[in-house]
């Protein structure tokens, strides 16, 4: 891996990227008002496309470009203004309520057209991390060895993690601690299970008659709230190398579970390569691979943004491949997604209600205030604003007490447009570097367990396009050490971050039984991941 500023043929070459993002070239203006922008970043690639005729200084060739203007400018910060809490952003309901809404759902999605979303590519490395971490220095770990022995035979995958040791030759791992590191290794090599290689998505997490994994969980419940007009539908986003491996696993989950591709329509689709992004050095020079070429890699959670928008449904559900509870706790986790569904029904209707109103030319400042009190959206009173304002795609976020994992939670935030807006944001979306920043940000109590239900046709029943409303500046600059070297890496505004900045946004607080990841190993001996 080297670090090259890029060359005239390789930006020729690079054309063939298609971003998204940044991508917003005026032709018309010509060559040197384009250079003489912020875009003089990296003045390597500004001389190598001052050589370059201006008919063939494509809008692919800016979008690698605007990459580099991104490292050159670095990531920008969130403003917050407040944590979103329980009733002055995060709506709360009664019992009575809530079954208003579970009620309401159920009675209309037979006649929507429903999908899950599930994003499913991430490999298993970091679950098996620690593994990896004891393997490596046992004596430094040695009392965790053995606690987590103590409770093994409880995972899904034992029996076949016994075969595989019974193949190499393994002694019982109760025999002694070396058998026990020696058990450890089979789990994660590659001439054992070689399970840190796989997705998480194949792995088996819970343990009935059989062992499901966390495809096959997703399924089963899909059945209970994403079953519209069109059956039941699920989309699982993964790695392309695994394709196969991931409709295997679904033949073998649709058969455990007594379904037919006839009650069950499952598609994939992968992040696409026109999304993947430049890598830089400490220096901001762009990587190249050991081949010469430049250097892209995917662009993060953000890139699914794409995926998410060529899918043609009213309703869509969205949820982690890793937050799958055992089927015990299902009652709880299907009365909360009718309830999301509910919420997100109910606030359309009303959002229809005024967009019927715009349609004929009025704006009711009542009906306005009726829909912005019970909600806490900030929806413009002006007539022109409030007509932009409710063509954008809708989304209810469920809310779980913040119980100190890592990752988003719920804020206003600082709106150009609005002058606030909820947010999800992740820490590193934050100035930490600023007391009042980091104090508000430390002040939520909630967290984003990423379960979501969205809208993706306007009020008048037409396809949104998606990347109409993202916050673009919420890119972010990411460092990784790849052979042996700290690099930057762009990633886009993440999915349900930036890539939503500009949604109509509602917070519902739901259960903590509703959020199971599995982060490590260990995650998979917790109570609501064992019968």
């Given at each position: 891996m080297k670090a090259f500023p890029l060359n005239?043929?390789?930006?020729?070459?690079?054309?063939?990227?298609?971003?998204?993002?940044?991508?917003?070239?005026?032709?018309?203006?010509?060559?040197?008002?384009?250079?003489?922008?912020?875009?003089?970043?990296?003045r390597n690639i500004a001389l190598a496309l001052q050589s370059?005729?201006?008919?063939?200084?494509?809008?692919?060739?800016?979008?690698?470009?605007?990459?580099?203007?991104?490292?050159?400018?670095?990531?920008?910060?969130?403003?917050?203004?407040?944590?979103?809490?329980?009733?002055?952003?995060?709506?709360?309901?009664?019992?009575?309520?809530?079954?208003?809404?579970?009620?309401?759902?159920?009675?209309?999605?037979?006649n929507l057209d429903i999908v899950k979303f599930v994003p499913a590519s991430g490999a298993a490395s970091r679950m098996f991390k620690q593994?990896?971490?004891?393997?490596?220095?046992?004596?430094?770990?040695?009392?965790?060895?053995?606690?987590?022995?103590?409770?093994?035979?409880?995972?899904?995958?034992?029996?076949?993690?016994s075969e595989k040791a019974a193949e190499?030759?393994?002694?019982?791992?109760?025999?002694?601690?070396?058998?026990?590191?020696?058990?450890?290794?089979?789990?994660?090599?590659?001439?054992?299970?070689?399970?840190?290689?796989?997705?998480?998505?194949?792995?088996?997490?819970?343990?009935?008659e059989h062992s499901a994994t966390a495809v096959e969980e997703h399924i089963y419940e899909l059945m209970e709230y994403a079953n519209g007009k069109s059956g039941a539908k699920v989309h699982f986003t993964i790695s392309k190398e695994y394709e196969a491996a991931f409709k295997e696993e679904v033949a073998r989950a649709l058969e455990h579970l007594g379904f037919n591709s006839d009650q069950v329509e499952i598609s994939?689709?992968?992040?696409?390569?026109?999304?993947?992004?430049?890598?830089?050095?400490?220096?901001?020079?762009?990587?190249?691979?050991?081949?010469?070429?430049?250097?892209?890699?995917?662009?993060?959670?953000?890139?699914?943004?794409?995926?998410?928008?060529d899918l043609d449904a009213e309703i869509i559900f969205i949820k982690n491949i890793d937050n799958v509870s055992h089927r015990r706790f299902k009652d709880v986790n299907v009365e909360n997604k009718l309830l999301l569904g509910g919420v997100l029904i109910t606030l359309r209707d009303e959002l229809l209600m005024l967009h019927n109103q715009v349609s004929k030319g009025l704006v009711d400042a009542v009906s306005i205030d009726q829909v912005r009190d019970r909600w806490g959206l900030r929806i413009?009173?002006?007539?022109?604003?409030?007509?932009?304002?409710?063509?954008?795609?809708?989304?209810?976020?469920?809310?779980?007490?913040?119980?100190?994992?890592?990752?988003?939670?719920?804020?206003?935030?600082?709106?150009k447009r609005t002058?606030?807006?909820?947010?999800?944001?992740?820490?590193f979306q934050v100035d930490r570097g600023n007391m009042r920043q980091e104090m508000i940000l430390s002040s939520s109590a909630h967290f984003n367990p990423v379960d979501l239900v969205c809208c993706v046709r306007d009020l008048e029943d037409n396809k949104i396009n998606l990347n109409d409303f993202v916050d673009d500046e919420q890119y972010f600059i990411a460092e990784k050490i790849i052979d042996g070297e700290t690099v930057k890496v762009l990633e886009w505004p993440g999915l349900w971050n930036g890539a939503m900045a500009n949604w109509i946004t509602v917070f519902v607080e739901v259960p903590i039984e509703t959020f199971n990841p599995v982060k490590e190993l260990n995650d998979l001996l917790r109570p609501n991941h064992l019968g």
């Amino acid at each position: 891996m080297k670090a090259f500023p890029l060359n005239r043929g390789e930006m020729l070459h690079h054309r063939i990227f298609k971003f998204r993002y940044w991508g917003r070239f005026d032709h018309n203006r010509g060559k040197s008002k384009w250079l003489s922008r912020a875009y003089k970043v990296n003045r390597n690639i500004a001389l190598a496309l001052q050589s370059m005729p201006t008919e063939i200084i494509s809008a692919d060739s800016a979008r690698i470009e605007q990459q580099m203007s991104c490292f050159e400018k670095g990531a920008n910060h969130i403003k917050l203004l407040r944590a979103a809490t329980l009733k002055a952003g995060i709506q709360s309901f009664s019992s009575d309520e809530r079954q208003v809404f579970v009620d309401l759902y159920t009675s209309r999605k037979s006649n929507l057209d429903i999908v899950k979303f599930v994003p499913a590519s991430g490999a298993a490395s970091r679950m098996f991390k620690q593994i990896s971490a004891w393997i490596e220095n046992p004596t430094e770990h040695r009392k965790l060895i053995m606690n987590f022995f103590k409770e093994a035979d409880k995972l899904a995958f034992m029996e076949v993690w016994s075969e595989k040791a019974a193949e190499n030759g393994l002694n019982a791992f109760e025999l002694s601690f070396d058998d026990k590191v020696n058990w450890l290794k089979v789990l994660v090599q590659r001439e054992g299970l070689g399970l840190d290689e796989l997705p998480k998505g194949l792995i088996p997490f819970h343990k009935y008659e059989h062992s499901a994994t966390a495809v096959e969980e997703h399924i089963y419940e899909l059945m209970e709230y994403a079953n519209g007009k069109s059956g039941a539908k699920v989309h699982f986003t993964i790695s392309k190398e695994y394709e196969a491996a991931f409709k295997e696993e679904v033949a073998r989950a649709l058969e455990h579970l007594g379904f037919n591709s006839d009650q069950v329509e499952i598609s994939y689709s992968s992040q696409k390569s026109e999304t993947d992004t430049l890598s830089t050095n400490s220096k901001g020079e762009a990587l190249k691979d050991e081949n010469g070429q430049l250097l892209f890699r995917p662009g993060g959670h953000g890139a699914l943004l794409q995926n998410l928008n060529d899918l043609d449904a009213e309703i869509i559900f969205i949820k982690n491949i890793d937050n799958v509870s055992h089927r015990r706790f299902k009652d709880v986790n299907v009365e909360n997604k009718l309830l999301l569904g509910g919420v997100l029904i109910t606030l359309r209707d009303e959002l229809l209600m005024l967009h019927n109103q715009v349609s004929k030319g009025l704006v009711d400042a009542v009906s306005i205030d009726q829909v912005r009190d019970r909600w806490g959206l900030r929806i413009p009173r002006e007539y022109l604003k409030l007509k932009e304002y409710i063509k954008r795609p809708i989304r209810v976020c469920g809310m779980v007490k913040n119980q100190g994992e890592p990752g988003g939670g719920p804020f206003w935030c600082l709106d150009k447009r609005t002058g606030e807006s909820l947010q999800i944001v992740e820490q590193f979306q934050v100035d930490r570097g600023n007391m009042r920043q980091e104090m508000i940000l430390s002040s939520s109590a909630h967290f984003n367990p990423v379960d979501l239900v969205c809208c993706v046709r306007d009020l008048e029943d037409n396809k949104i396009n998606l990347n109409d409303f993202v916050d673009d500046e919420q890119y972010f600059i990411a460092e990784k050490i790849i052979d042996g070297e700290t690099v930057k890496v762009l990633e886009w505004p993440g999915l349900w971050n930036g890539a939503m900045a500009n949604w109509i946004t509602v917070f519902v607080e739901v259960p903590i039984e509703t959020f199971n990841p599995v982060k490590e190993l260990n995650d998979l001996l917790r109570p609501n991941h064992l019968g």
